[in-house]
C-alpha cells in the first residue's frame, strides 16, 4: 500500500529510448557465470542436495514426508536445500526457513549409480540419464530417443509462474559419492557409490520476503514420441506453504504518518531515475550495479515477454534481449514517479515503439512498480496496457 502521505516527483527523464542492443550484447562478457551462485555451479548444488538428502535418517527425512516438517534439518550456509518429490506421489508441504536464504530444489531429477556387483562407468550413467532428458549436452531435447522423457515442467511462486527457472537449469552433477545411511525414502541401505551422477531441472530461488509463500513444482515424464504420460512413471507435484521469519519487518503505521518521507524513500526514487538514464545512454556498468543479480522480475503475462524471470541472467536473456531483437526505437515515456511504502518506487509511464516483424507501432500505458533493498533493485514488476503491445505484434 501506499503511505498516507506520497512522495510525489515528476521524473527528470521524460523519454527514455531503452538502448538494450548494448545492454543485451554486452551481457555474456560482464555477468557472472550463469548457473553458478555462492561460488558453485548448479551441477555442484545438486550434488550436494543429493548429500544432503542421504544426510538425513528414513524416519526425519523431508523426501518422505507430508504436512509440517523441519526444514532446518542438516542445513548451513547462504543456500538451504527444499525436498521434492517421488513420482505418482503428490505431497503438500508446510515449514519454516529463515529469511535472506536462497532456496535450491529440483523440478524433476534423477540419480544414478551401482548397486552392489555393478560396475556401470560413468559415461554408462551418463548415458542412461540422457535417456531421460534428452540425449547431448544439458539444455537440449532430441526427439529421436527411445523410452521416457521429461515434460511438461512447472514452478510457480504465489502463483507466478516462473517462467525460466534460471538460465541452463538443466543440469548434469559431477561425480560424487552418496552413503544411502539407513536407507530414506526407499534406498537400499548401506549402499556405497564414489561415482553417483545426477540429472535433472533445477531451481535456484532468491530470498523470500517475510511472510507466508505458496511454492509449487514437479512435471512429468511422457512418452519419447508425445506428451502422453509415460505408463511407468508418474507425475512429480510437490506444493508448499513457506513461513519465512526473521529479516526487516514492514514499516509500521506510525512511520507513514511521520511529518515528512525519508530520506530513503527519497534516495530509491533517484535511483530509480538514474536506472532510466543508464538505459537511455546504454550505460551497462550502471545497469548492472543497480539490478541485483537475484531480482524477480514479473513482466504481465500475455506479451511476447511476460512472465516472471528469477535472477539478472534471464532477465538480460528473455526481455531485455527479446526487446532488443524484436522492436525498433523502444522508448519509455516517464511521466511521474511516487516514492511507496516498502522501499518501492512507482512509475506511470508509457512504453512504444515499432515491431520489428510487423512494422506496427504502439504505445501502451504502463505501471512499475520497482522494490529497493539497500539501493539495489530486488524486484520489478510492470503492468501494461497488453491488447496494446499484442495489436503491435499481429500481422
Known sequence: MFKNRMSTRNASVSAVVLCLAL??????????????????????????????????????????????????????????????????????RSCDVPAGKKLFFPVINLLLYNLPGESLTVGDKRSQLDTFFGAGSPGSNRQDITGPRSCNLFATIDGQSIARFTPGARVQSPTFTIDTGDGPFGFPAGLIDREAVSEGYWVMLPPLSPGQHDLRFGGRFCQADSLADHPDFGPVEVNYRLNVVGGVPNKSDSDSDSDSDSDSDLDNVEII????????????????????????????????????????????????????????????????????????????????????????????????????????IVQFRQVIDTQVVVSATVP
Open 273 to 376: 531515475e538514474s536506472l532510466y538514464t543508464a538505459f537511455a545512454t546504454g550505460d551497462l556498468d550502471t545497469i548492472l550495479a543497480l539490478i541485483d543479480e537475484d531480482v524477480i522480475w514479473i513482466e504481465s503475462e500475455g506479451i511476447p515477454y511476460g512472465g516472471t524471470f528469477i535472477g539478472r541472467d534471464a532477465v538480460f536473456a528473455g526481455v531485455f534481449g527479446k526487446i532488443a531483437e524484436e522492436w525498433d526505437d523502444f522508448t519509455a515515456i516517464v511521466d511521474e514517479t511516487f516514492a511507496a511504502d516498502n522501499d518501492q518506487v512507482i512509475v506511470r509511464q508509457r512504453d512504444g515503439g515499432t515491431f520489428k516483424a510487423t512494422g506496427k507501432s504502439m504505445e501502451a500505458e504502463a505501471i512499475s512498480i520497482w522494490t529497493l533493498d539497500e539501493g539495489r
Open 23 to 92: 545492454a543485451a550484447g554486452a551481457v555474456t562478457a560482464t555477468l557472472p557465470k550463469v548457473g553458478t551462485t555462492a561460488g558453485k555451479t548448479y551441477g555442484e548444488w545438486s550434488a550436494d542436495w543429493w548429500q544432503w538428502m542421504f544426510s538425513i535418517p528414513a524416519a526425519d527425512n523431508p523426501q518422505d514426508a507430508d504436512g509440517k516438517i523441519d526444514c532446518s534439518l542438516q542445513q548451513s550456509g547462504p543456500v538451504w536445500f527444499l525436498a521434492g518429490g517421488d513420482a505418482g506421489k503428490p505431497v503438500t
